[in-house]
């Protein structure tokens, strides 16, 4: 796939405004600001890297980070997919003698001889210990395949009961580390061309307000354009999207 690099789009406005190089760091700026711009919600550019687990099974968060996609765990050429869990302690268990970080202790319930909580004795189990059945609203247990990203500590927290030692981590750049050698789609170079145009216009004296306005509704319209060409749903995924959910069944 042919790649355009921010140098060649930054000289390419030099050259199609008739401005010598002398305002090529400027250019470059806003090509820069540009792409950090659009990489949020239009082109998506993701990463997807392997972050080791330390002894808490807490991950440090990649500096560009924006937003995450997905956590999950490799199993073979698959990745099975962690769940997202609100109710992970966010702050670190403190040892209080010496104020260093330490596991959390494991949860224990108290059980009767027959394995079942002491509290529902005489609810759920007749006087033969047997099971009668109706735990109702007990929901799915522990859970253990869960995760949640805590930004204020800057760690990815997975559930202690995960045994691996590395997570499969997908997530969105921030394009913070973009510079001239940096390679981006063709499809995107006209909306930068464009943004850096209203830019220019709109920090230089030798164009008036009307100018800049009309720089920048060229920049809105191209840069739709880029979004109707990045999205890449088709008739035949909605086909197959909605037959995804289709179950055999008794027909009535």
């Not at 949020?40 to 937003?67: G, K, S, W």
Request: aromatic share 10%.
């Amino acid at each position: 796939m042919r790649l355009i690099t921010l140098n060649g789009i930054a000289k390419s406005c030099l050259k199609q405004w008739g401005k010598p190089i002398h305002y090529y760091a400027d250019v470059l700026k806003f090509s820069s600001d540009c792409l950090r711009e659009i990489i949020f919600d239009t082109l998506q550019i993701t990463n997807t890297v392997r972050l080791p687990l330390d002894e808490f099974n807490e991950a440090e968060i990649p500096a560009d980070y924006v937003d995450w996609c997905a956590v999950g765990v490799q199993a073979g050429q698959f990745v099975r997919p962690l769940v997202q869990k609100s109710t992970l302690n966010r702050m670190m268990n403190i040892d209080t003698d010496d104020g260093s970080q330490i596991t959390y202790p494991e949860i224990t319930d108290t059980t009767n001889e027959w394995g079942l909580p002491v509290q529902w004795w005489g609810v759920n189990v007749n006087t033969r210990g047997e099971n009668t059945g109706g735990y109702y609203g007990l929901g799915a247990g522990s859970e253990p395949d869960t995760f949640e990203v805590i930004e204020e500590r800057n760690v990815i927290k997975v559930n202690q009961l995960i045994s691996d030692t590395k997570i499969v981590f997908t997530y969105i750049s921030d394009g913070t580390y973009s510079n001239a050698a940096t390679q981006i789609t063709p499809l995107a170079q006209k909306t930068i061309e464009t943004y850096n145009s209203w830019q220019f216009k709109e920090v230089s004296r030798s164009y008036g307000l009307g100018d800049a306005q009309a720089a920048k509704r060229l920049f809105e319209r191209e840069h739709e354009k880029l979004r109707a060409r990045k999205n890449d749903l088709t008739p035949e995924l909605l086909t197959r999207i909605m037959n995804r959910h289709r179950k055999a069944s008794i027909h009535l």
